[in-house]
């Protein structure tokens, strides 16, 4: 029996990978019903079903670079420009809007803390639960073990991820580095040749690229004598699809503001 009302979702990008993953959990979900499937004006997979791209029945909802009714909530896993045009587009049309894709730069952080004041945004550089908690616990880690802790991120994600590092670490560091005392300026890219010695509050982060790794973080803080290692491994995507949908329902009859996977989380 299908049920009442189900909320009715968008999802930008839509023929991406995550995209593909968020359409397969939308039309599999009872609870839920597929809005609008969106690509951009040149996407080869327009006027496409939707279902049939994702591998399941057809749904008889077609890949569009529009919607023709607006969702209630648009969850988007595109570009970062096509991110911030699809959000000029909620803002417009005040439909709420989850975001994950990465790699959006400072000028697009404050157009999304614009609309917030408009609509209910939701961003996240990672969907997991898993990366939710450790954003928690990892700062008060970092801050039970002093001021002597030394920090090493390192995080591996498949070859045709295009950021790097990826968003996901630079919210780790940042967290940590709040709560030890560093800043952005104490964040090392890598190390390469006769570095020196390893400054105090420096907070190292490196890339991985390899295969079709969906994502993992290795996170180590080590004082003399001891260190503690923390990892996290998504298994497949599906996890932060899961997530993104998670927060869809999170965000539907919020009031305007800027929303993450803390809230989420305590919520």
């Given at each position: 029996m299908p049920t009442?009302?189900?909320l009715r979702i968008g999802v930008s990008g839509a023929c991406g990978r995550m995209g593909l993953q968020l359409l397969r959990l939308?039309?599999?979900?009872?609870?839920?019903?597929l809005a609008c499937a969106l690509e951009s004006e040149s996407h080869p997979m327009l006027g496409r079903d939707a279902g049939a791209c994702a591998g399941l029945p057809l749904a008889n909802i077609l890949v569009t670079s529009h919607w023709e009714a607006a969702p209630d909530v648009l969850v988007d896993f595109s570009a970062p420009l096509g991110t911030l045009a699809r959000l000029d587009e909620c803002e417009r049309a005040h439909v709420p809007v989850v975001i994950g894709t990465t790699g959006i730069d400072a000028p697009g952080r404050h157009q999304l803390d614009r609309a917030a004041i408009r609509i209910?945004?939701?961003?996240?550089?990672?969907m997991s639960l898993g990366i939710a908690l450790l954003r928690i616990y990892l700062p008060r880690l970092a801050a039970a073990l002093g001021e002597d802790v030394d920090v090493e991120i390192v995080e591996t994600h498949h070859r045709l991820k295009k950021d790097a590092p990826?968003?996901?670490?630079i919210e780790l560091a940042s967290e940590i580095a709040k709560a030890i005392g560093s800043v952005a300026s104490d964040f090392c890219h890598g190390r390469q040749g006769m570095v020196g010695e390893r400054p105090h509050r420096e907070i190292g982060i490196?890339?991985?690229?390899a295969g079709d790794i969906p994502g993992e973080h290795h996170v180590t803080l080590a004082i003399p004598g001891e260190r503690i290692e923390v990892i996290h491994r998504a298994a497949s995507r599906e996890c932060f699809a899961r997530g993104a949908l998670q927060a869809a329902?999170?965000?539907?009859g919020k009031p305007p503001g800027?929303?993450?996977m803390k809230d989420l989380v305590v919520a």
């Amino acid at each position: 029996m299908p049920t009442p009302n189900p909320l009715r979702i968008g999802v930008s990008g839509a023929c991406g990978r995550m995209g593909l993953q968020l359409l397969r959990l939308v039309l599999q979900d009872p609870t839920l019903r597929l809005a609008c499937a969106l690509e951009s004006e040149s996407h080869p997979m327009l006027g496409r079903d939707a279902g049939a791209c994702a591998g399941l029945p057809l749904a008889n909802i077609l890949v569009t670079s529009h919607w023709e009714a607006a969702p209630d909530v648009l969850v988007d896993f595109s570009a970062p420009l096509g991110t911030l045009a699809r959000l000029d587009e909620c803002e417009r049309a005040h439909v709420p809007v989850v975001i994950g894709t990465t790699g959006i730069d400072a000028p697009g952080r404050h157009q999304l803390d614009r609309a917030a004041i408009r609509i209910p945004v939701f961003s996240a550089a990672n969907m997991s639960l898993g990366i939710a908690l450790l954003r928690i616990y990892l700062p008060r880690l970092a801050a039970a073990l002093g001021e002597d802790v030394d920090v090493e991120i390192v995080e591996t994600h498949h070859r045709l991820k295009k950021d790097a590092p990826s968003g996901t670490a630079i919210e780790l560091a940042s967290e940590i580095a709040k709560a030890i005392g560093s800043v952005a300026s104490d964040f090392c890219h890598g190390r390469q040749g006769m570095v020196g010695e390893r400054p105090h509050r420096e907070i190292g982060i490196h890339a991985v690229r390899a295969g079709d790794i969906p994502g993992e973080h290795h996170v180590t803080l080590a004082i003399p004598g001891e260190r503690i290692e923390v990892i996290h491994r998504a298994a497949s995507r599906e996890c932060f699809a899961r997530g993104a949908l998670q927060a869809a329902r999170f965000l539907a009859g919020k009031p305007p503001g800027l929303y993450g996977m803390k809230d989420l989380v305590v919520a």
